[in-house]
């Protein structure tokens, strides 16, 4: 029976752990974003998740006909891509629509599934070398920096996959800085649309630059010109918020607070 105590009493310190991060990371994230005495800061950050953003799109277009000719990153983390056709309904949508399942998924698999930190560290990190290696063109947008910096984060979680063992239940360990690692790239991943949401409500569907049109704002030109309209650009983003949030508190529920309600209580030691 004294061990059933002690090892509920560690169930317990880890999820309660899993909840401080989680929190402690949420509140870090907003005030980056946020925050505008911090934006220098949160600019490697902003290129990061936008570097995954721009990754889905750019393979939504390519799944839906379309080609991508190139991805650059700015230095304020802003990305652009040059492509052709593609369905246009899907490719607007999957940016901010795959982030918030991408990170939903992650969330709750780094939570959950300890033993699977490490593997989900590499596939980011390779993701994110991949990417780059593939389609951006720093000499386009004159911004080695950028590359640098994303380079710099899939490196990094290549490293910590690769070398990240050690017990979870250690704070100090390297899976448990894996993890933290990871749950900050969950929850930027995963709340990108809310993140972004004033960005979204006061920037313009699209601009035209020496006679090329560039879509500024993938919410506004998918009310604006491909649904005609019929939605506004706040209902959309709405209903994008709404979706994320709840794939993330469904992450939430099923990666601690479930296990917290499965740890068993006094009465149910015999």
Known sequence: ???????????REIVRR?????????IGILALWYVESLAGLAHPFRMFVNNIHGGLTAFAMQLTGGAVESFTLSPVGAYTIEFRDGADAITMSAGYLGSAAVGALMFFLVNRAPHLIRLVSIVTGAFTIGFLALFIRPDAAGDWLSMFVCLGFGALLLALGWTGRGDINELRSRKSVTQMALTVVALMTGLHIVLDL???LSTP???ELEGVLMITNPVAYLAENTLQGGVSVQFIAGVWTVIA??????????????????????????
């Open 1 to 11: 029976m004294l061990r059933v105590f002690v090892e509920r009493k560690v169930r």
């Open 18 to 26: 899993n909840v401080v991060i989680s929190a402690a990371a949420f």
């Open 245 to 270: 949030i709840a794939l993330m508190s469904v992450a939430f529920h099923f990666g601690i607070a479930r296990r917290m309600k499965q740890i068993p209580k006094n009465d149910d030691i015999v």
């Open 198 to 200: 004033p960005v979204i």
């Open 205 to 207: 569907a699209s601009m």
